[in-house]
């Protein structure tokens, strides 16, 4: 099944919205431009892909044939520690590009899996290299995707530097972005898991939250009432949550 049949100026459209999702997945319309200026033809490689809820979409140490940019929905990475158990490092959702190891030419340092149904566009590895090379649009795409990795991993890592409230409150600020409506298929054991937190924290600092009139819960979805006072707790200084040493 192909993805795109029609021209660069339809994409627009309800019809081709409700195809491609979101208009945050650059990368396909860089190739789709390439394909109706340049007559390369290397958009109609890109297929689709559903997922239904715990599907993988790869696994950990897979080799690849595809870069995937998902449509419509939501999966989580994972690494295998060396005791077996799993290790979340994110929750990518629409407009994100994964697999982005196999440009490399090396095996996926992470698998993913969909935490609901799940809409993927396969984008053939020989249509990204062959493509980057003719379009800088689409090389201008891909350096952005690998600065927006970088960028999530040191995110990552400075979350380990805050307190548990910190922790949360970034995370549901991070999830929502300027909306006020966040949807988090994951359970809090994920949750916990990807903020290195118990699941009894995360239950825990959500009903605080909700208590403090910042946010409403409802099932898997969350409306913000206060994002000043999410921004306030996220931002707190690690000194100000550490006791205070002793005087000599």
């Known amino acids: ?5 029609a021209r660069p100026s339809s994409i627009r459209s309800k019809t081709d919205k409700a195809a491609f999702g979101s208009s945050k997945i650059n990368v396909i319309e860089a190739l789709v431009q390439q394909q109706y200026q340049g007559g390369s033809g290397l958009a109609s490689a890109i ?5 239904r809820r715990g599907q993988h979409l790869y696994w950990p140490g897979d080799l690849l044939k595809y870069v995937y940019s998902i449509n419509r929905g939501m999966l989580k990475t994972f690494r295998i520690r060396d005791d077996g158990r799993e290790r979340i490092t994110g929750f990518p959702a629409c407009g994100k590009l994964l697999g982005l190891d196999t440009l490399m030419d090396r095996p996926m340092r992470c698998g993913a899996v969909a935490l609901e ?5 396969r984008i053939p590895v020989h249509a990204i290299v062959v493509g980057s090379g003719e379009s ?13 990795e970088i960028a999530r991993l040191e995110l990552q890592l400075s979350l380990y530097c805050l307190n548990a409230p910190q922790r949360l409150a970034d995370f549901i600020l991070s999830m929502a972005d300027r909306s006020t409506e966040v949807h988090l298929p994951m359970s809090h054991k994920e949750i916990g898991n990807y903020l290195r937190l118990v699941p009894e924290t995360v239950s825990r600092l959500f009903a605080r939250f909700q208590l403090s009139g910042w946010l409403i819960m409802r099932g898997h979805g969350i409306t913000i009432l206060d994002r000043l006072g999410l921004e306030q707790t996220a931002a707190k200084s690690v000194s100000q949550s550490r006791p205070k040493a002793a005087a000599a």
């Open 1 to 5: 099944m192909t993805l795109i049949d």
């Open 47 to 51: 297929t689709t892909r559903s997922l």
């Open 117 to 121: 149904a799940t809409l993927i566009c």
């Open 136 to 148: 800088r649009q689409l090389r201008l795409q891909l350096l952005e995707q690998f600065d927006n």
